[in-house]
């Protein structure tokens, strides 16, 4: 079955930098748009970024446009979210989302999600 597993979230201070990474793992990635999301507690599900299958488009959401870049690696089953410069107000648990043969903003957009990893960014 499809799986994805989150890595590299943690602890750093604003204006730093962290990449998370996403790998796949029961698919092939290149059948799947991709997207990161993130999630605060008592909040929805934030929209972050996201990829199509081949990495031609990529779109952002408002709050991290020109500071975070979506990549991602067919080969190696891996999907890439660059952040930098942080701010405190990216604090998140971030989830790494799949989405057969296309892409989408939404949280009903996709059907595979990964467990989440946390991201903390101290002021």
């Known amino acids: 079955q499809v799986q994805l597993v989150e890595s590299g979230g943690g602890l750093v201070q604003a204006g730093g930098s962290l990449r998370l990474s996403c790998a796949a793992s029961?698919?092939?990635?290149?059948?799947?748009?991709m997207a990161w999301f993130r999630q605060v507690p008592d909040k929805e599900r934030e929209f972050v970024a996201a990829?199509?299958?081949?990495?031609?488009?990529?779109y952002y959401g408002d709050s991290v446009k020109g500071r975070f870049t979506i990549s991602r690696d067919n080969a190696k089953n891996t999907v890439y979210l660059q952040m930098n410069p942080l701010k405190p107000e990216d604090t998140a648990v971030y989830y790494c989302?799949?989405?057969?043969?296309?892409?989408?903003?939404?949280?009903?957009?996709?059907?595979?999600w990964g467990q989440g990893t946390q991201v903390t960014v101290s002021s």
């Open positions: 989302a799949g989405r057969y043969m296309t892409y989408g903003t939404k949280v009903e957009d996709f059907g595979s």
């Open positions: 029961g698919l092939t990635l290149s059948s799947f748009g």
């Open positions: 990829i199509s299958r081949y990495g031609t488009s990529t």
